[in-house]
């Protein structure tokens, strides 16, 4: 672990910044404080600093550099996308209706929900016992009048990869048919580090990712938008980012970011071999040692680094606090929703009851966990549980 004592294992909620990244991002909280938008010396240095990392994030995800657009995080990508996306298009063919899926990221559904409000007709395709979507499900709600379809590339709490290629080629097909354009949007921010976030391959029109969720800094993201793609900005003012967010850029936050991207691109196949390791020892060790215990999420078709199980008969946040006295951090989903008494949506959606969505503990890997960790979490799990399933009023 980057720092002392503590086993992390909530890499998906967020990430220890890595030290090369706090390195890259110190001067320009000192003498390099440029205002990009300024045309003196200063303020050139940082421009530049701001478009060599664009140029360095383009390289990673094969595209333009004028389709790079820094944002605040996945939340505010992932709004862009949906709300500017709607708009855009609607403002040109009058098109209205949007697919997505029951189980994406609450920066999704809500800003989904918010356009219900407003007349807009929103598809939530449903997902099997793994999270995976049908994709004949989606082709049969493509009609003429939609306009986005936004499915995630991963999901944040069952770590269920999605066939992403192949439902674009789904709604590519269907574009053809209709003689128009559906754009496509995923929500990658579990992906960064871990999959192939080239936009090329992967056939999307645009992507969100987080700095925070690879090993980058909070308040930093990005919005890939494929050139061509109609988007009416949410946040105007001074015309950043070629007028699609303004915004004093966040220098310090971009190199950051982009630091952070480089080596999770640079080392991808030596974590994700380690992530793998992990996954399956403590996946094992659990479901082998520990009675009543339920895997979600896809058996293979998932993040190397997410491991998420059901407890059946205890609440998930009592075994939480468990784990938090024997110096273990893990969640019980989305850390978005942390605060919420209600069951996870995700877990709903694959076909939990109640009960079981509220006894699930959500683990996750990153490039600083050991081997010896899982071990030392399977031994006080073994002991934790039967210990807790033993307590009358626990029940």
Do not use: W
Not at 59 to 78: A, H, Q
Not at 164 to 182: A, M
């Amino acid at each position: 672990m980057i720092d002392t004592g503590t086993i992390y294992l909530d890499n998906a909620g967020t990430t220890p910044v890595d030290p090369q990244v706090i390195e890259s991002i110190i001067p320009f909280l000192g003498s390099r404080f440029g205002n990009a938008s300024s045309l003196h010396s200063l303020g050139q240095d940082a421009r530049k600093a701001l478009e060599d990392s664009r140029e360095s994030v383009s390289k990673i995800l094969n595209c333009r550099l004028s389709e790079i657009v820094f944002t605040s995080g996945g939340t505010e990508s992932d709004n862009i996308a949906i709300k500017g996306l709607a708009a855009g298009v609607k403002a040109v063919n009058g098109s209205n209706h949007i697919i997505t899926t029951k189980i994406e990221h609450h920066a999704v559904l809500h800003a989904c929900e918010q356009l219900e409000k407003v007349g807009y007709l929103v598809t939530y395709l449903s997902v099997d016992k793994h999270g995976l979507i049908d994709l004949n499900e989606l082709e049969n709600a493509i009609n003429d009048n939609t306009s986005l379809v936004s499915v995630m590339l991963a999901n944040n709490e069952i770590g269920t990869i999605q066939p992403i290629r192949e439902i674009s080629d789904v709604i590519k097909k269907c574009s053809e048919k209709l003689g128009r354009k559906i754009f496509f949007h995923t929500d990658a921010v579990q992906g960064a580090g871990i999959l192939d976030l080239d936009v090329g391959k992967l056939g999307v029109d645009l992507m969100s990712l987080s700095g925070h969720k690879f090993h980058g800094p909070k308040g930093v993201g990005l919005l890939f938008i494929r050139r061509g793609t109609p988007i009416e900005p949410l946040i105007v003012g001074g015309g950043q980012e070629r007028e699609r967010r303004s915004g004093t850029s966040n220098v310090a936050g971009v190199v950051g970011f982009t630091t952070a991207l480089f080596i999770a691109e640079r080392d991808r196949v030596k974590n994700v071999d380690l992530c793998l390791k992990l996954r399956d020892k403590l996946m094992h060790g659990i479901l082998d040692s520990i009675d009543n215990a339920f895997l979600n999420g896809h058996p293979t078709l998932r993040l190397p680094g997410n491991v998420n199980i059901s407890f059946k008969g205890i609440e998930g946040e009592i075994i939480l606090l468990g784990l938090d006295m024997a110096g273990v951090c893990a969640s019980s989903g989305s850390a978005c929703s942390s605060g919420s008494l209600d069951p996870s949506h995700v877990l709903l959606a694959i076909g939990l009851n109640d009960e079981i969505a509220r006894s699930s503990i959500r683990f996750t890997f990153g490039k600083y966990n050991s081997i010896a960790e899982i071990e030392r979490v399977i031994d006080i799990l073994t002991e934790l549980i039967p210990r807790l399933r033993s307590m009358p009023y626990l029940q």
